[in-house]
C-alpha cells in the first residue's frame, strides 16, 4: 500500500511538473467557500403536492421499471489505487482559468483518511459530507441508488419531487475525485435512481437572491472569480449513470432530474461516463405527464471551463445542454461557458448535442450515431449541434452516422444555429443508407465569425481525422474503457 501511495504521488507530481507554472486548480478553494451537501442525500418522504402550480400530485408515478442490482460488498482491488490520483489530462477547457493555465488536481492530494472506497448512497453521502471541500478521494464499487438504505437491503421509491430533489441528489463539493471501480464481475460502477450535482447558485446568506448578490458584487468592483459560491476542481471518471426517472414531473413536458448537472461549476473534468435512461426509457411513461427525464449532462447558470471527454450518451431525448437560457442569464453566462467536448459518443439519442446558449464550445473527434426513423428499442434522432443564443462554437473532424437521412437534410438535422455570434465547422464525414459516405464541412451555410468573434482554444489537442473517429470512439468511450 504505502509502495502505492508512494507511486502515485511521484506520479501526480511528474503530471504536475509537466504544466510549468501552471496553477493548482485546489488552490482557487477559499476559507470562504460555502458546502452544499447539507441539502441533499437525505430522504423526506414527503406526500406529493404542487410547488408553485407545477408538479400535479395526480401524476405522481414510480419508476416502472427497476434494473438488476449490482451491489457489491468487497473492493476487488483491495485498496490499491491506480488512476484515482491522476490529475485530468492536458486537453480541454478544463485546463485553463481567467488566472492562467490550471492543473486540474481534483482530489488528488487526498490524505489517507479521505480516500474512500463506498459501495452504498449512504456511505458516499457520508464520505462527502466529513471531507468538506478538502480534497478527497471517493471510489464506487458496485451500485448506488439513494432509493435504497439500511445497507442496500431496504428499498424505497422517491414519494414526491420534494423528496426525489433533495432525497435523490447528491452534491459533489471542490476538491473531489469521483471514481467508478469495475467490480469483481468486470462491471463499471452504476448510479440509478440519483442525480449527481456538481455546484449549485447559491446567494452570498440563507434566504438571498443569487442574481442580485452576485450583480451588487460586480458592481462593488469585486473579482466574479472571487464571489465565494464556486464549485471547483472536480474529477468525475468511469461511472455508468442512468438518468432519474422522475416521479412527479413541473408538467407534461419538463421533467426535473438530469443525470449530472454542473451548476455554477469551474475546473471540472468529466470522463469515460456512460449516461442513459438505463431501464426506464421515456416510452414506459402514461398519464398525462409522459417526460420523465430531465437532461443528461447539463453545464448551467455561469459555470466555465469544463471538459466532458470519452464518454457515451444513448437511449435519452434532452442530451447534452450548455447554458439554460437566453437573455435572462446574460448577468452569469455572458463570457462563460467554456466547454470542450472531445471522444464522445452521442447513440441513439434525440436532440442537443449540445444546445448551446453563450458558451464557447470547442468539439472535436467525436462520433453521433441514430435514426430519424422510429425503430424498436431505439430513440428517435431529431437534431444534433444547435448553437443559440450568444454562441460562439468550433466543430472539428466529427463522425455522423444517421441512417435515414438524406445529405440535402444532413444541415438543419444535424447542425443547426440561429441567434450565435460564432460558429465554424469543417472537417467531418456524413454516413447514411440513403446518402453513401460524404465529406461535409458542416458550415451549413452559416456565416463565420469576424475576427472580433474569432477564438483559438488556448490548450494543445490533437486532432484526428473524422474517418479515424469511427473506429476509435467506441473502442474508448463510455464506462469500463479507462485505462
Given amino acids: ?168 441528489s447528491i452534491n459533489l463539493p471542490s476538491n473531489t475525485t469521483l471514481v467508478g471501480i469495475n467490480d469483481a464481475q468486470g462491471r463499471p460502477a452504476r448510479m440509478t435512481g440519483t442525480s449527481l450535482l456538481i455546484g449549485g447558485e447559491l446567494a452570498l446568506a440563507p434566504g438571498g437572491d443569487p442574481e442580485a448578490d452576485f450583480k451588487k458584487w460586480i458592481k462593488d468592483g469585486k473579482d466574479g472569480e472571487d464571489y465565494p459560491t464556486w464549485t471547483r476542481n472536480v474529477i468525475v471518471r468511469n461511472l455508468v449513470i442512468d438518468t432519474p426517472w422522475d416521479v412527479n414531473p413541473e408538467d407534461e413536458d419538463n421533467a426535473y432530474a438530469d443525470g449530472i448537472t454542473v451548476s455554477r461549476g469551474q475546473n471540472i473534468f468529466l470522463d469515460h461516463l456512460s449516461v442513459s435512461d438505463g431501464d426506464t426509457p421515456e416510452s414506459l411513461a402514461t398519464g398525462a405527464y409522459k417526460t420523465r427525464h430531465d437532461g443528461a449532462l447539463d453545464v448551467v447558470r455561469g459555470s466555465d471551463y469544463v471538459t466532458i471527454a470519452n464518454s457515451l450518451f444513448s437511449n435519452h431525448h434532452k442530451t447534452t445542454l450548455v447554458g439554460n437560457g437566453d437573455g435572462g442569464r446574460a448577468w452569469s453566462d455572458e463570457g462563460r461557458l467554456r466547454v470542450t467536448f472531445s471522444g464522445n459518443w452521442w447513440s441513439s439519442v434525440a436532440a442537443r448535442l449540445p444546445l448551446n446558449r453563450y458558451g464557447l464550445v470547442h468539439m472535436f473527434n467525436n462520433l453521433v450515431s441514430g435514426n430519424v426513423i422510429t425503430t424498436a428499442g431505439e430513440v428517435k434522432f431529431e437534431s444534433g449541434t444547435d448553437a443559440r443564443y450568444r454562441s460562439n462554437m468550433l466543430i472539428e473532424n466529427n463522425y455522423y452516422k444517421l441512417a435515414g437521412l438524406k445529405l440535402s437534410e444532413f444541415c438543419g438535422k444535424a447542425i443547426k444555429g440561429k441567434s450565435f455570434i460564432g460558429f465554424r465547422s469543417s472537417g467531418h464525414i456524413f454516413s447514411s443508407d440513403r446518402a453513401g459516405t460524404n465529406a461535409v464541412d458542416g458550415q451549413c451555410g452559416m456565416a463565420r465569425p469576424g475576427a472580433a468573434d474569432l477564438w483559438t482554444p488556448p490548450y494543445l489537442y490533437a486532432l484526428q481525422t473524422a474517418t479515424s473517429t469511427l473506429a476509435a470512439v467506441p473502442a474508448q468511450a463510455g464506462a469500463g474503457k479507462l485505462k
Fill in 1 to 168: 500500500m504505502k509502495n502505492t501511495i508512494l507511486a502515485a504521488s511521484v506520479m501526480l507530481a511528474v503530471a504536475s511538473s509537466a504544466h510549468a507554472a501552471a496553477l493548482d486548480a485546489s488552490t482557487f478553494t477559499g476559507a470562504s467557500t460555502p458546502l452544499q451537501t447539507a441539502l441533499y442525500g437525505v430522504r423526506n418522504y414527503s406526500a406529493p403536492v404542487l410547488v408553485k402550480g407545477l408538479h400535479d400530485p395526480a401524476n405522481y408515478l414510480a419508476a416502472p421499471r427497476l434494473p438488476a442490482w449490482q451491489f457489491a460488498q468487497v473492493d476487488p482491488t483491495g485498496g490499491v489505487l491506480t488512476f484515482e490520483r491522476q490529475p485530468a489530462p492536458a486537453t480541454g477547457w478544463h485546463t485553463w482559468s481567467r488566472k492562467g493555465k490550471v492543473v486540474l488536481s481534483g482530489g488528488g492530494a487526498a490524505r489517507l483518511d479521505r480516500v474512500y472506497t463506498v459501495f452504498n448512497g449512504q456511505q458516499l453521502v457520508a464520505a462527502i459530507k466529513e471531507a468538506g471541500n478538502e480534497p478527497k478521494i471517493i471510489r464506487v464499487v458496485g451500485h448506488i441508488d439513494l432509493r435504497w438504505s439500511e445497507n442496500n437491503t431496504l428499498f424505497r421509491e422517491y414519494t414526491s419531487y420534494s423528496d426525489q430533489k433533495y432525497g435523490g
